[in-house]
């Protein structure tokens, strides 16, 4: 699990109530709520006086407050109020980590880390988002219990499609009838199944219209995944997966799907029922891989050409490891109950005189390359 980037960290929808919701990312804890002037904000959920959960609390007017004592937080992360301080002064350690927040496509997104904007790595954008001749279903949300990364890996696996995915009748794959090319936070693979008629599958009908069949994945940062599936010549379906690493051992994902035929809104249901029955048979293989986590050494499995992305996923996760983003996540788990963490947020860059420790990260070798 790795420190900046941006997570998903729930719904638009979620947030749409005085309520604020208590969020666990990357194995440690948050806050989302949304002040009175609809403005959402993501917060370190531990409140600096005694440990209180600040998603426990009330929202009032712009600020949150800890159902333990009643400090009350704006949405950069200082403490405004202590009812119990007499003489109303507020300590300069009175603060939470605060984060970036952007709310797209439906959903609430946070920078979890320290970097300053001009340095960090973009949200991703869904370009066919709101633009003419595209419809986006509802977002799914797919609650697995498999690590992030293999969630990741599984995306960006052209084999498996044949053997996980029969009823798609996808011609095999192979490593010549695919090509990779990096692009500026990840890499991306096309594979080429030449001019197919599929007969019997769940794509058949959409199949009626001749032109090559290709689909592609590619990924951007840890832990965003996209998949882009051209039926026909003119027909695509891109999916978008944000996933959030809850902890080491689950992975909630984001699924927006985006369509520019069948653009009819009562295909989406159907559509998405395809999807889901798909999404079920990986998540019925990522349930079940041993070891959990991805195995830190490539000698501890056996690729082949065609795990070439997955490879480059790997590379890539090590450049940012090499970056100092890499959360050490024995030593998290070590001190779990004993240690309140947050993930550094970009004002620490700036001030000190933070209670709560900075997440323990993997040492950063400054011979990064990337
Ligand atoms: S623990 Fe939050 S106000 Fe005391
Ligand atoms: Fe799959």
Known sequence: MYINFWYPVCTSDELATESPLQVQLLALRFVAFRDSDGRAFVLSDTCVHRGG????????????????????????????????????????????????????????????GDLPEAERPPLYEIEEYDSEGWRAN??????????YERSMENGLDPVHNEFVHPAQGFPPIHKETFRSWEESWGTRFE?????????????????????????????????????????????????????APVDEN????????????????????????????IASEDIAILESLYPVRTPDSL??????????????????????????????????GRDEGDVAYAIPCPARRTTGNWVLQSVPLMPADSSACR
């Not at 509802?138 to 690590?147: G, K, M, Q, T, W």
């Not at 994902?253 to 520019?260: E, H």
């Not at 450049?319 to 890499?326: F, H, I, L, N, V």
Request: charged share 25%.
């Open 191 to 243: 594979a080429y199944f030449g001019d197919p008629k599929l007969e019997n599958t769940t794509f058949a009908k959409d199949r009626n219209v001749t032109g090559e069949l290709r689909a592609g994945s590619w990924f951007h940062g840890p832990n965003v995944l996209i998949t882009s599936i051209f039926v026909n010549a003119e027909s695509n379906m891109v999916q978008y997966f944000f996933e």
């Open 53 to 112: 959960s600040l998603g426990k609390g009330t929202v009032s007017g712009n600020c949150i407050a800890c159902p333990y004592h009643g400090w009350q937080y704006s949405g950069d992360g200082h403490c405004r109020y202590i009812p119990s301080a007499g003489d109303g002064k507020i300590p300069a350690r009175a603060k939470v980590d605060s984060y970036p927040v952007e709310e797209r496509y439906g959903i609430v997104f946070a920078f979890l």
């Open 250 to 277: 689950r992975t909630k994902i984001y699924f927006v799907n985006m369509r520019n035929f069948a653009l009819e809104p009562a295909t989406d249901e159907k559509m998405m029922q395809v999807n889901l029955r």
């Open 299 to 332: 000698s501890s499995e056996l690729m082949t050409s065609s795990d070439e992305i997955i490879v480059k996923y790997r590379d890539w996760l090590r450049s940012w490891e090499k970056k100092g983003w890499r959360i050490d996540r024995k030593s998290l």
């Open 138 to 147: 509802e977002i799914a949300i797919l609650n697995v219990n498999c690590y």
